[in-house]
């Protein structure tokens, strides 16, 4: 008998209905997963980055555009040329000092409706653009908007981009296109373009090697050389509670079961004699009764000794 045998029919249903959630292969002969920490900088880059080209498209095409990050991942230059459609349009853009290339990937026929906006016109509704190279007028066109949109990535990376970066040429084939060598690793964030009423996927990849120095080490550590040092430090920040306290006074447990309000306690404590300066209990000085503006306050007169 199976556990779905053993559930009641509601709970069996439910557990038909229920979505297979989606499955990710992880390698582990090839750890180029992005750690925790630098996703989330990229993340928040590239989501800016977006918010960016949107407003920039929406300016440049005339139409109200928006565009939204989905995915930021690590992978080789290899497995993300795999992943494209064979026919498609993609921007080579060259890196100063380093021999891999950046690519900027969308349909074609994508930015063919772009550039009917932009010249005024409007893509015909239920006619799919076919997919195919850029005459010379559209090229430039779409130079156009890539040179903005590299303007608005420098902008959205900030620091993590510090090699300059330009619009390079065209290819349209993503298997012969050589941006990088297959093994090179990439950042690919992946997006959504709605440009009016038509949506269409495009990727942004960026060589790792031009990124990753900037973000920094993954979970540093400190050498332990100076651990004396580092202690006494941190205990000197940590905040304790100080009191003052009079000698006990040792009563029976009688007088204190007969406490009435108004009874009055005898305090061993001599009456020019300063107070106990106690943390945690431990004496450690003692003051005499001050002010300090309207507040009451301890005066140290003297400090206990402690072995180092």
């Known amino acids: 008998m199976t556990l779905l045998d053993q559930?009641?029919?509601?709970?069996?249903?439910?557990?038909?209905?229920?979505?297979?959630?989606?499955?990710?292969?992880?390698?582990?002969?090839?750890?180029?997963?992005?750690a925790r920490e630098?996703?989330?900088?990229?993340?928040?880059?590239?989501?800016?980055?977006?918010?960016?080209?949107?407003?920039?498209?929406?300016?440049?095409?005339?139409?109200?555009?928006q565009v939204t990050c989905e995915q930021v991942v690590m992978t080789t230059y290899d497995e993300f040329a795999a992943s494209l459609p064979a026919t498609t349009a993609m921007v080579l853009c060259p890196l100063d000092g380093a021999t891999a290339k950046a690519v900027i990937q969308f349909p074609s026929a994508a930015a063919l409706g772009w550039v009917t906006h932009m010249l005024g016109g409007t893509p015909a509704v239920g006619v799919?653009?076919?997919?195919?190279?850029?005459?010379?007028?559209?090229?430039?066109?779409?130079?156009?908007?890539?040179?903005?949109?590299?303007?608005?990535?420098?902008?959205?990376?900030?620091?993590?981009?510090?090699?300059?970066?330009?619009?390079?040429?065209?290819q349209y084939n993503s298997q012969f296109a050589q941006a990088a060598a297959k093994?090179?690793?990439?950042?690919?964030?992946?997006?959504?373009?709605?440009?009016g009423e038509?949506?269409?996927?495009?990727?942004l990849a960026l060589p790792a090697e031009?990124?990753?120095?900037?973000?920094?080490?993954?979970?540093p550590t400190s050498t332990t050389a100076n651990a004396r040092e580092l202690i006494d430090s941190q205990l000197a920040a940590v905040p304790v509670e100080v009191a003052l306290q009079f000698l006990p006074a040792q009563v029976l447990p009688s007088k204190v079961l007969d406490l009435a309000v108004g009874d009055l306690l005898a305090l061993p404590h001599p009456e020019h004699r300063p107070?106990?300066?106690?943390?945690?209990?431990?004496?450690?000085?003692?003051?005499?009764?001050?002010?300090?503006?309207?507040?009451?306050?301890?005066?140290?007169?003297?400090?206990?000794?402690?072995?180092?």
Do not use: C
């Not at 093994?183 to 440009?195: G, P």
């Not at 031009?210 to 979970?219: F, V």
């Open 198 to 203: 038509s949506t269409a996927p495009a990727t």
């Open 275 to 308: 107070l106990d300066v106690t943390i945690d209990g431990q004496t450690v000085g003692r003051a005499a009764v001050g002010a300090n503006g309207s507040r009451l306050a301890g005066i140290i007169v003297t400090t206990e000794e402690r072995l180092a």
């Open 128 to 170: 799919e653009l076919p997919e195919r190279k850029f005459t010379p007028i559209e090229q430039a066109l779409v130079r156009r908007l890539m040179d903005d949109a590299l303007e608005d990535l420098r902008y959205s990376l900030g620091s993590l981009l510090v090699t300059p970066i330009s619009v390079g040429g065209f």
């Open 38 to 65: 630098h996703s989330r900088v990229l993340e928040l880059a590239f989501e800016t980055f977006a918010r960016q080209w949107g407003t920039q498209l929406t300016a440049k095409v005339r139409v109200l555009s």
């Open 210 to 219: 031009i990124l990753l120095p900037q973000l920094g080490e993954t979970n």
């Open 183 to 195: 093994s090179d690793l990439m950042i690919v964030a992946a997006f959504e373009i709605r440009v």
């Open 7 to 34: 559930t009641a029919p509601s709970q069996q249903s439910a557990l038909r209905a229920a979505p297979a959630r989606p499955v990710e292969v992880y390698d582990f002969l090839r750890p180029t997963t992005l």
